[in-house]
């Protein structure tokens, strides 16, 4: 799996431990998570004071000691994220074999913008098989879609339309074009190769484990669109993915927040 930073981490920690409680934790127990997952006092420190920096949480000094409080945009920002990411892949819904389809004219001399909208529109669900053009099997986001419009100021430049695919080209080559589910795939076997089988031994152990396993796992809404399984490859690895993220963090997650607590009571 790919290397995770010092702040994917920190949020992670943050998001799975802090944010249930809504209540300061100390700088020792932040700094002790943080080098049980390799990461060095120096960079745990920097990303802490980055995130106080964007306005994601806030310090709290008692003495000499600092605690660290999630602020109200903090909080927001990791309660959406939890729920995109306990809730991803959990059920598709059935398909009724209509497209989203988005026309979008903008010049390549706004590469700034087109980068904003392809961000945007990708983190809705939509993919895009060629150039000015994006497609979604999941018709009820077209409002997400006129919302990111909107908010670009793109409005006379767009057209949009739904309906079934057509007798020309092949549905499949354009699925594999605007998402190339075959690098989702590999993402997902190292997901799985990584995660499957895996067990820990301590309380400790047990709450690093789960924080690795979460923050590996946060980065897949973003990649994976939730295509209906008609649209996918026959067995598709990433339903196993989902099983092993499910099982292992129903497994681990009393024991890790058990542990959590032990720590945060020590200071």
Request: hydrophobic share 40%; proline share 5%; charged share 25%.
């Amino acid at each position: 799996m790919t290397r995770s930073s010092a702040r994917s981490l920190l949020l992670t920690v943050l998001g799975e431990y802090v944010l249930p409680r809504d209540a300061p934790v100390w700088t020792s127990v932040l700094l002790r998570v943080m080098e049980g997952l390799g990461v060095e006092e120096k960079a745990a420190r920097q990303a802490l004071n980055r995130m106080a920096a964007s306005g994601l949480v806030t310090a709290e000094r008692s003495g000499r000691r600092v605690r660290w409080a999630l602020t109200e945009r903090g909080r927001t920002l990791l309660s959406e994220g939890a729920e995109r990411i306990y809730s991803f892949g959990r059920a598709r819904a059935s398909w009724d074999g209509r497209w989203l389809v988005l026309l979008v004219s903008v010049p390549e001399a706004r590469r700034e913008l087109r980068h904003r909208l392809r961000t945007r529109l990708t983190w809705v669900g939509l993919g895009s098989p060629a150039p000015g053009l994006w497609v979604c099997p999941h018709t009820s986001r077209e409002a997400e879609a006129k919302q990111v419009v909107e908010d670009l100021g793109l409005g006379p430049e767009v057209s949009s339309f739904c309906g079934p695919f057509a007798g020309i080209g092949s549905e499949r080559d354009m699925v594999e074009q605007a998402w190339r589910l075959g690098e989702l795939a590999t993402e997902y076997e190292e997901f799985v190769r990584s995660f499957a089988g895996t067990r820990a031994e301590s309380g400790e152990a047990t709450l690093l484990a789960q924080v690795r396993l979460v923050d590996a796992w946060r980065r897949f809404p973003a990649l994976d669109p939730q295509l209906p399984l008609e649209l996918l490859p026959p067995h598709w690895i990433g339903v196993r993915a989902t099983n092993v993220f499910t099982e292992l963090h129903e497994r681990w997650h009393h024991e890790a927040q058990d542990e959590w607590d032990r720590w945060t009571e020590g200071g």
